[in-house]
């Protein structure tokens, strides 16, 4: 069936660092594709979203571009800060059949001082 | 807007119990979902409601849970007769009609479900 992979965690760097979280999905058509992020003790929110292939969802200076030839959407960031740890979450959502997100597993980021 | 709201946000109960949860969605969406999450894991799907209406419902459901949402506003899950393989966080989220473009879908803070 249809999925998401996420790179395993946890992930940890230091303040500055460049992050990439690897996220591949299957697909029969075309998913609209997401980034979610659950902060500690909070509920799970949108970070960002790409509904067409090459296109590039980005906020709070994350970033993630829809790759259809590579089935990917890898979120990175130029510049962690501490506040980024977290566990985030990719996550796939299709209209035709069945339509709820697929999320991957998680990755949980610790970025130290 | 409040936001969704889950009720009650931690229930610990006894194996072989029932237990009920609630959700209550952001007003005016009609799509309301229920996830499963378990720890290091991602959310699962349960089901989901377009207004009152059930459209689908995941294998994971076993014929021990059933949901409900009368009216189309909130919506209850119960589970019965409890197991220890049911703890888990349960996650609701709700978002104006299909999610994509210009819709998303906003999620709860969750119930953590400890069986003992």
């Known amino acids: 069936g249809d999925s998401v992979t996420q790179m395993e965690g946890p992930v940890t760097l230091s303040e500055e660092a460049f992050l990439t979280i690897n996220c591949t999905y299957t697909a029969t058509g075309y998913p609209s594709l997401f980034w979610y992020v659950q902060y500690p003790g909070e509920g799970l929110q949108l970070l960002l979203k790409?509904?067409?292939?090459?296109d590039k969802g980005s906020n709070k200076g994350f970033e993630a571009t829809y790759r259809k030839e590579t089935t990917s959407f890898h979120l990175e960031k130029g510049s962690v800060q501490v506040s980024d740890s977290a566990v985030y979450f990719c996550a796939r959502y299709q209209i035709q059949g069945a339509q709820k997100l697929v999320f991957g597993q998680g990755t949980r980021l610790t970025i130290n001082p | 807007d409040t936001g969704v709201s889950q009720d009650p946000r931690h229930k610990i109960t006894k194996r072989g119990q029932n237990v009920t949860f609630r959700c209550d969605p952001i007003s005016e969406h009609n799509r309301l979902y229920w996830y499963r999450q378990t720890l290091g894991q991602g959310p699962e799907f349960l089901t989901y409601?377009?207004?009152?209406?059930?459209?689908?419902k995941s294998r994971l459901l076993s014929d021990r849970f059933s949901a409900e949402r009368p009216k189309g506003s909130f919506s209850t899950l119960e589970i019965q007769r409890t197991e220890q393989g049911d703890s888990a966080m349960y996650l609701c989220?709700?978002?104006?009609?299909?999610?994509?473009?210009?819709?998303?879908?906003?999620f709860g803070q969750g119930t953590r479900l400890t069986v003992v």
């Open positions: 790409a509904t067409k292939a090459d």
């Open positions: 989220a709700s978002s104006r009609g299909s999610v994509g473009k210009n819709t998303e879908a906003f």
């Open positions: 409601f377009q207004n009152e209406a059930q459209l689908e």
